[in-house]
């Protein structure tokens, strides 16, 4: 069919990926590997990391919020350094910078879709002039997988799920897409899916 619009996560799609820090940090500070996102998914919409992504956290009030749900999971960590670390690494990868150059010459619109938080380190500002529209959970008070956060940036790109194209690279975050009718690519390896991708628009994104 004809897409309209391709829709990219930030933080392991269009940047490094943060998981990957984190499985770093948890190495290097001994703590149980997969720890951390333990701790994210079982503190629930009410933990301090989804607080903190829908923006109901200012970061000085994360730290300690997020280091008494860890401790209350069995281990201590230090998120402010943690922190550091992603911002440090969150760096764009070039790849997926052209790909999106070459979707909009194309004619087809680009959106950012991303589950983050409110920081001067966190990068992401220089990202906005590469999209047509950019969602940030901490600032629309929702977070994937909430299938409303889908809805806000297809209303900004005007288009129908159906038209667009997601990108991430958590699973759990590519499900409610595809419930609206999205057309979706696990990112595990960025070329490989930049090749499905332009498979599917028939539209040359690699160099």
Not at 66 to 87: P, V
Not at 167 to 191: F, H, Q, S, Y
Request: aromatic content about 6%.
């Amino acid at each position: 069919m004809g897409y309209r619009a391709v829709i990219f996560d930030l933080g392991g799609v269009v940047l490094e990926s943060p998981l990957h820090t984190i499985a770093r940090y948890e190495r290097e500070a001994g703590l149980p590997q997969g720890f951390v996102n333990r701790v994210v998914v079982g503190s629930g919409p009410s933990g301090a990391w989804s607080r903190l992504e829908r923006g109901e956290l200012a970061m000085e009030e994360f730290y300690a919020a997020f280091e008494g749900d860890c401790e209350r999971a069995g281990a201590r960590l230090d998120a402010r350094r943690l922190f550091e670390r992603i911002a440090e690494e969150s760096v764009p990868r070039p790849p997926m910078l052209e790909a999106i150059r070459r979707i909009r010459r194309h004619g087809l619109s680009a959106g950012a879709l991303t589950n983050n938080w409110s920081s001067e380190r966190d990068g992401t500002g220089a990202l906005r002039p590469h999209f047509d529209a950019f969602i940030e959970s901490c600032v629309v008070g929702l977070r994937k997988p909430d299938p409303r956060i889908y809805g806000l940036v297809c209303q900004a790109l005007g288009v129908a799920p159906d038209e667009a194209v997601f990108l991430d690279d958590i699973g759990a975050n590519l499900k409610p897409a595809r419930a609206l009718g999205m057309e979706t690519i696990k990112v595990e390896e960025p070329l490989a899916a930049l090749d499905a991708l332009q498979r599917l628009l028939e539209i040359p994104l690699l160099a």
